[in-house]
């Protein structure tokens, strides 16, 4: 088993930067890669990045590429996600999700970090 904890959400005005944290801990060599998603009021559940646990690589949504990084920090078993230029539209909770190695789809779900973009 993983567990999931994030950090940092918080209410911020358009153009400032947040950042959040994804720590995991238990089987954390069980896990593949680990990702950030995001569900605002009303819409569905929306992919934002993802890391690879031990490579490195990064996928981001079209809608971040350029504003947010996703970064590990593998001594610590965290996952972080710097969001920068911040737009009302990113206004979402956000969800750190682990996958584990064959698992074929995230497993492991965090409890959700609320972010808040005034315009």
């Known amino acids: 088993q993983v567990q999931l904890v994030e950090s940092g959400g918080g209410l911020v005005q358009a153009g400032d930067s947040l950042r959040l944290s994804c720590a995991a801990s238990?089987?954390?060599?069980?896990?593949?890669?680990i990702a950030w998603f995001c569900q605002a009021p009303g819409k569905e559940q929306e992919f934002v990045a993802a890391?690879?646990?031990?490579?490195?690589?990064?996928y981001y949504a079209d809608s971040v590429k350029g504003r947010f990084t996703i970064s590990r920090d593998n001594a610590k078993n965290t996952v972080n996600l710097q969001m920068n230029s911040l737009k009302p539209e990113d206004t979402a909770v956000y969800y750190c999700?682990?996958?584990?190695?064959?698992?074929?789809?995230?497993?492991?779900w965090g409890q959700g970090t609320q972010v808040t973009v005034s315009s």
């Open positions: 999700a682990a996958q584990g190695r064959g698992a074929g789809r995230y497993n492991y």
């Open positions: 890391i690879n646990w031990s490579g490195g690589s990064t």
């Open positions: 238990g089987a954390t060599f069980s896990i593949y890669t």
